[in-house]
C-alpha cells in the first residue's frame, strides 16, 4: 500500500522506527558488553529492523483499509439497491465515507480519488482494478476483478457487492478470533522477551561486581554473543510462530 501512505505520516514512522532501534541497541550494547563498540557495530542492522517494523506498519495498514473497503462497498450496495447507476453509486458511496471516517481517510482519499476520474468519464472497472493494484490486498484485487467481469456481461451488481463485503467480513471474523486466542500467547511472549534483560539488570545491581567476569574480556564477550544470538532466533521463532495468514 505504498501509493496510499502519506508523506508526513511516513516521515513520522521512520523517525520513530529510528529512535526504538537506537534504544534497543544502546540497551544490548549494555546489557551485554557494557561497551560502545557493540552500539558501533550493530548500527548496519538497522535496515534489517526497518524492514520489520515497516512490515508491521503495512500490515496494519492494510487490515485497517481492508475494514474501510468493505464499508465502503456495502454503501456501494446500499446505493445500488436505491436505483443508482453504478457510477454514481461509487460517487454517493463517497460522501458516506467522508462522514464515516473522515475526509483525511485513506479510504476518502481513494473514493475521492474515483469521484475526480468518474467525472472525467473514465471507466469504473478500470479505476477499480487501479485500486486493487495499489492496494495489494488480495480481496480487493478479487473484487475488482469480478467487478470488471460483471460490468462487461451485465451480472448483478449488487450481488456481487455484497459477496465481496462477506468475504471480506468473513475473514476479518477469523483473523478476529485468531488474535483473541493468540492474545494471552503474546503476553507472554513479550515478558519472556523482557525477562533476560530483567535478571541481568537485577543482578547487576544487587550483586555488584558479579557479572563482571562476562565484561571487557574475549572469552565474557564470546559468551555474551553466543547467548545474544540465541535471544534473537528465540524472537524471530517466536514471531513467525504467532504469525498466521488468514
Excluded: W
Excluded at 490486498?137 to 457487492?161: H, L, N, P, S, Y
Excluded at 550483586?207 to 563482571?212: A, I, Y
Aim: hydrophobic share 45%.
Amino acid at each position: 500500500m505504498k501509493s496510499f501512505r502519506k508523506k508526513d505520516s511516513d516521515n513520522k514512522e521512520k523517525i520513530m522506527t529510528a529512535a526504538e532501534y537506537l534504544a534497543i541497541d544502546a540497551v544490548i550494547a549494555f546489557v551485554f558488553y557494557r561497551s560502545i563498540i557493540p552500539f558501533l557495530i550493530l548500527l548496519p542492522a538497522f535496515p534489517f529492523y526497518a524492514k520489520y517494523r515497516m512490515k508491521m506498519i503495512s500490515d496494519r495498514r492494510k487490515r485497517d483499509f481492508s475494514y474501510q473497503f468493505r464499508e465502503s462497498i456495502l454503501s456501494v450496495s446500499n446505493a445500488l439497491n436505491a436505483g443508482y447507476s453504478v457510477e454514481n453509486a461509487f460517487l454517493e458511496a463517497y460522501s458516506d465515507m467522508e462522514d464515516m471516517f473522515g475526509s483525511d481517510a485513506v479510504i476518502t482519499v481513494e473514493y475521492r480519488r474515483i469521484a475526480k476520474r468518474l467525472k472525467n468519464n473514465e471507466a469504473i472497472e478500470a479505476i477499480t482494478g487501479d485500486l486493487a493494484t495499489r492496494s495489494g490486498i488480495e480481496d480487493i484485487r478479487d473484487f475488482a476483478d469480478v467487478f470488471a467481469t460483471c460490468k462487461r456481461t451485465g451480472g448483478d451488481m449488487t450481488k456481487i457487492i455484497k459477496r465481496a463485503a462477506s468475504n471480506i467480513s468473513d475473514k476479518m471474523d477469523v483473523k478476529r478470533e485468531i488474535d483473541t486466542i493468540l492474545s494471552s500467547r503474546k503476553y507472554e511472549q513479550r515478558i519472556m522477551e523482557i525477562i533476560p534483560f530483567a535478571i541481568i539488570g537485577y543482578l547487576g545491581v544487587t550483586s555488584d561486581g558479579f557479572l563482571d567476569v562476562l565484561y571487557h574480556n574475549i572469552t565474557g564477550a564470546a559468551v555474551m554473543t553466543v547467548c545474544l544470538c540465541i535471544y534473537i532466533t528465540g524472537f524471530v521463532l517466536a514471531e513467525k510462530i504467532t504469525k498466521i495468514e488468514v
